[in-house]
């Protein structure tokens, strides 16, 4: 039995660990199209912009752990189609290889703005190690970064980069950054927190065009760069399941259909992380996630698929981001929340803004309060109901919050 993994990535590398400790002995391809073995990318914006890690901290195994698990790992070549009727990949270097179940692993891409200019080359998008080497040679005191995005990814670049000593203005197309992730408290609280840092915030501004040396906005005015990072979101690398005939989502940012054990519409084969949409059981949606948490579980329900050993619970999607000293922890999705709670005080760098349906919690957005976090995360997984008094008074324990399930 051979398994092919096409995306040497979070997702793509722990699918091919997770098989060997679950004890398959077939074999394993993995194939990326980056000169790098599987790392993780969450560094790239924080620690290894900031120069406070190295390659042995991003890769998610050492280099040697591939030959000695008898995986074979390709690097640098890229899939180029798959017929799913001969099962077979081919690549980018005229290679080919055959399989039995196939996992695809391809991740996300940058968004690119249609404006004029959007293809410059000079513009940096965060994504891969490259990525991230280009725009810290470019960082430093008295040096002009300008961010159009007010995402995760063009926040934390601009945190990492005022420690580099850069100036940074960060334009935001929407009323207030984290929009799309967040609930309005957090974005209040990243903003004042990244204006006290010296980050010129400008939120409600659009970007018309990328110039030499610069953006243009729609109301005419141009600010200045010596580089410009790019974050407006990601759309999922599903080209090539989507020419092969796979189900993919056809609007919004793509993204190819999976069940609860990561399978396509293609029963030999499998797709995992970023490139999925996929049902979340614990809230009755279906969606496209970007985070190490679902790259693990979906890498682990391929797996187990694969090997017939049964799935574990569902986990409750969760994020992490970290900005200056601050830790955000997310957990649950807010869509069916009808009300939301404030819990400590966002003056004080800690707090918790819970997202409540009736008496049960779906959401939990804990800024650098991890009990908060971890007993929220329980809560949502559990569907236990909550006393909202005691949970709305930081100075009641959080475990004291849970009231006994109904009979
Ligand atoms: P990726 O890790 O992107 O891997 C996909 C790989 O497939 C890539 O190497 C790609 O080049 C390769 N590929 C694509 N097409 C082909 C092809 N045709 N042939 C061969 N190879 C191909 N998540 C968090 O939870 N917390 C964080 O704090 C956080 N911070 C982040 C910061 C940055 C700067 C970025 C970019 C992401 C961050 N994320 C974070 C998101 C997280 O890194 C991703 O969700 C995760 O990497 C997804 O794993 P993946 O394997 O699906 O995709």
């Not at 990072?229 to 259909?257: F, H, K, Q, Y």
Request: charged share 25%.
């Amino acid at each position: 039995m051979k398994v092919l993994i096409v995306g040497a990535g979070h997702a793509g590398g722990s699918a091919a660990a997770l098989l060997r400790a679950s004890a398959f002995e077939g074999e394993i391809v993995l194939v990326g199209d980056e000169p790098a073995p599987p790392y993780q990318r969450p560094p790239l914006s924080k620690a290894w912009l900031k120069g406070e890690a190295d390659l042995d901290f991003l890769l998610l195994r050492p280099e040697t752990y591939y030959a000695e698990q008898n995986i074979t790992l390709r690097t640098g070549v890229r899939a180029s189609s798959i017929s799913p009727e001969a099962r077979t990949v081919t690549f980018s270097d005229g290679t080919a290889e055959t399989y039995d179940v196939l996992v695809l692993a391809t991740g996300s891409t940058g968004r690119r703005l249609p404006i004029p200019g959007a293809d410059r080359p000079d513009l940096i998008e965060l994504r891969t190690i490259a990525d991230a080497e280009r725009l810290k040679a470019r960082l430093g005191p008295g040096r002009r970064l300008v961010i159009v995005g007010g995402g995760y990814v063009g926040l934390e670049a601009a945190a990492s980069a005022r420690a580099l000593g850069a100036e940074v203005v960060l334009l935001e197309r929407l009323d207030r950054v984290l929009k799309r992730v967040t609930s309005e408290p957090l974005s209040a609280f990243f903003t004042e927190r990244h204006r006290r840092e010296g980050v010129d915030i400008r939120t409600g501004v659009d970007v018309s065009a990328f110039e030499d040396g610069g953006v243009r906005l729609s109301d005419g005015e141009r600010v200045e760069a010596d580089v410009v990072l790019v974050g407006v979101g990601a759309l999922a690398n599903d080209e090539l399941a989507r020419t092969a005939g796979l189900d993919c989502d056809p609007a919004g940012s793509g993204g190819i259909v999976v069940d609860e054990t990561a399978r396509t519409s293609d029963p030999a084969i499998y797709a995992i992380g970023d490139v999925t949409l996929r049902p979340i059981p614990a809230h009755g949606v279906t969606m496209r996630l970007e985070s190490v948490p679902n790259a693990l579980e979906q890498a682990r329900q391929a797996a187990h698929a694969i090997v017939g050993r049964p799935q574990v619970a569902p986990e409750v999607p969760w994020f992490w981001s970290d900005q200056y000293d601050v830790k955000l922890q997310i957990a649950g999705l807010p869509a069916e929340a009808d009300r939301t709670l404030v819990r400590g005080d966002p003056a004080s760098g800690r707090f918790a803004v819970f997202h409540l349906n009736g008496d049960r919690i779906v959401c939990v957005e804990a800024v650098s309060a991890p009990p908060e976090f971890m007993a929220g995360k329980q809560l949502i997984q559990r569907r236990t109901p909550v006393d909202v008094d005691k949970l709305a008074d930081p100075a009641v324990s959080m475990k004291a919050v849970a009231l006994e399930p109904a009979a």
